[in-house]
């Protein structure tokens, strides 16, 4: 008799979640970025430059080259090609950092933060239709599997000394 005929909830996801959730989960966070990005093109920024915006509006002391590009999920070397556009751009200014002389601190300009008003405007339109009538205990329990998965994610990156510190983690 297996643990749910008992009347005992089961804990393991059994092999077809195993499989089938996260590619669910990645599809999901894939159409959602997709239509952020056909609402925010209108502003003239890809997918990198607006949640490299975003993650830069987290911080009021600016934020690291690496620290940006590991929240990213991206490699520096990329993020540099990047930020060397979104400077040219107006986007962001880089500045030396005070602790580390090799280091540059990366911070937002005038211009990104009056684009920002409208970026979260969108954002929280976007959210609004995708997450409309779906109960909100639903969306609450979907949230807490969420944060689940990622701090066991986490942990488990951080048990493998992973290079980058965790995204989450730095954004407090």
Same mark, same amino acid.
């Given at each position: 008799?297996?643990?749910?005929?008992?009347?005992?909830?089961?804990?393991?996801?059994?092999?077809?979640?195993?499989?089938?959730?996260?590619h669910?989960?990645?599809?999901?966070?894939k159409?959602? $970025?997709?239509l952020?990005?056909? @609402?925010? #093109?209108? *502003?003239?920024?890809?997918?990198? =430059?607006?949640? !490299?915006? /975003?993650?830069?509006?987290?911080?009021?002391?600016?934020?690291m080259?690496?620290?940006?590009?590991?929240?990213?999920?991206?490699?520096?070397?990329?993020?540099?090609g990047?930020?060397?556009r979104?400077?040219?751009?107006?986007?962001?200014?880089? $500045?030396?950092?005070?602790?580390? @002389?090799? #280091?540059? *601190?990366?911070?937002?300009t005038? =211009?990104?933060? !009056?684009? /920002?008003?409208?970026?979260?405007?969108?954002?929280?339109?976007v959210?609004?239709?995708?997450?409309?009538g779906?109960?909100?205990?639903?969306?609450?329990?979907?949230?807490?599997?969420?944060?689940?998965?990622e701090?066991?994610?986490?942990?488990?990156?951080?048990?493998?000394?992973?290079?980058?510190?965790?995204?989450?983690?730095?954004?407090?």
């Amino acid at each position: 008799m297996n643990a749910a005929a008992r009347g005992v909830p089961a804990t393991d996801p059994g092999e077809d979640l195993v499989t089938t959730f996260p590619h669910a989960l990645s599809r999901t966070a894939k159409a959602w $970025r997709r239509l952020m990005n056909v @609402r925010l #093109a209108g *502003l003239g920024l890809s997918q990198a =430059k607006w949640i !490299a915006l /975003l993650l830069l509006d987290k911080s009021d002391e600016g934020i690291m080259q690496r620290e940006l590009a590991c929240s990213m999920g991206i490699e520096c070397a990329s993020l540099a090609g990047l930020l060397d556009r979104m400077a040219a751009d107006g986007w962001i200014e880089r $500045r030396p950092c005070s602790t580390d @002389r090799r #280091a540059k *601190l990366v911070f937002l300009t005038g =211009k990104s933060r !009056a684009t /920002l008003a409208e970026i979260h405007r969108i954002a929280r339109d976007v959210s609004r239709q995708l997450l409309e009538g779906i109960p909100a205990a639903r969306l609450a329990a979907c949230e807490q599997v969420l944060n689940a998965i990622e701090s066991r994610a986490l942990a488990l990156i951080d048990s493998n000394a992973g290079e980058c510190e965790s995204p989450a983690r730095n954004s407090g």
